[in-house]
């Protein structure tokens, strides 16, 4: 997808500082993009707009101050190869805005400038960490380690709501919490946010009945929900995280309003003290009463109640029963996006996609969850060539196993999901989520820094 850059043609009284002040970018980013040495303009003079401007960091330990001098408070410290965002200049200095929403100035000396002109799509990149969850599916640590500076976000899949203690939120998984405040320093060290994903799935015993009784029992009182208010806050200030996730799924319909009763109590409890709140919700393409996973959510009400609103896009196929096809077709994320940004606006909105897919048994009706690695292992031992669905923007194999069965594999790769950040960036939306860090193609992360531009 070719996007195109703004163009502006310069008028009798116009100069570099009110186009920049029009178009909300620095004169010094005008300058930079156009190659100009000189403030003075022609009338019928071609500009370039900047769409976005950052610096990036050019030694570990570069400190943002909270004024325009070195003896003002060290608001933060950066490591070499941080991306910050750029609102200003002046003097040598640029302002900047870090992970936690605050602005704050970094020398000119200290940092390298780079002037983007919208032809990358300009999106936020967010990745879901994950503990080990088996053989094959590796933790979620070295996939941020080694991209962090490719996200503008990473979301801990670490902690839910509580089924013993209701409104409380516990631990979900084996780890400590020096664990959780290694991956807060090195995500703020990079300017990176930094969120807890609290979720309600996965109770051993009680599966998705517990699910849905967990929520309603938080959910169904404001006492209960004022307890998992505070137990949130108290979550986020001690880890220092920048607000939080909230991932409810399996509920009962009739919890609908004070579902989102508690989204809005939330996100206005965690504004009032300078944090974010943000959601993952299942996907619905119209108001028709059409999937019992997606019906209880009333996308207006939570829109206005989150910060940014992650649309879970998976799994268009996958499901018991749904058939061979994508985890996520480019057709279902497009009609998924046209009904969610009729309900709020769109640069709320972000698609939370897969970077899994699955192997498709037709025999049996069957389908296994697969990593890319796994797909492409696959692929290798029965010499089946891989496709590149046009249509839906997705790679897909088949092959015959040793007993006969008939397979198809869908899958996800950098073609795909660069489709995917290109259709989100052309529909004005905040950008992406990949479920889940550390299944990837290792290709999305060079895809990433070569065609498209990581906001922060």
Known sequence: MAFEPR?????????????????????????????????????????????????????????????????????????????????????????????????????????????????????????????????????????????????????????????????????????????????????????????????????????????????????????????FVQSVLNLVKTFNFDGANLDIEDVYFEDSKNISLLYAELGAALRRQGYILTSSVPSRASDAMLNPFSNAFDYAAIGKAVDRFGVMLYNEHGWPGSGPGPVVSIGWMERVLKYTITKMPSNKVFSDVSVFGFDFNLTTGDAKYVTYDIAIGIAQKYGSQIIFDEKTQTPMFSYTAENGNKHEVWFEDSRSIKSKIDLAYSMKTDGVAFWRLGLEDKNIWKMINDEAVVKR
């Open 7 to 227: 163009v502006y043609i310069v008028k009798k009284g116009d100069s570099l500082y009110k186009i920049a002040s029009q178009f909300n970018t620095t004169v010094e980013s005008i300058m930079s993009l156009n190659n100009l040495t000189s403030t003075n303009l022609d009338i019928g003079q071609k500009l370039i707009i900047p769409a976005y401007t950052e610096v990036v960091v050019n030694l570990n330990g570069t400190p943002v101050y909270k004024e325009r001098k070195t003896s003002s408070t060290v608001m933060a410290k950066f490591s070499e190869g941080a991306r910050v965002r750029v609102i200003g200049y002046s003097d040598g200095w640029y302002k900047v805005k870090i992970f936690n929403g605050n602005d704050g100035w970094m020398s000119k000396s200290a940092v390298t400038m780079k002037v983007y002109d919208g032809t990358k799509p300009i999106v936020s990149i967010v990745g879901f960490y994950v503990l080990e969850e088996g053989p094959g599916l590796p933790s979620s640590f070295t996939s941020f380690n080694t991209n962090k500076n490719l996200m503008s976000e990473v979301a801990l899949f670490m902690y839910r709501f509580s089924q013993t203690n209701i409104g409380e939120v516990e631990k979900f998984g084996n780890f400590t919490d020096n664990d959780v405040k290694t991956l807060v320093a090195i995500a703020h060290r990079n300017n990176v946010r930094i969120l807890p994903v609290i979720h309600n799935l996965l109770y051993k015993p009680g599966g998705v009945k517990a699910s849905k009784d967990v929520v309603r029992s938080v959910v169904s009182s404001p006492e209960n929900r004022n307890k």
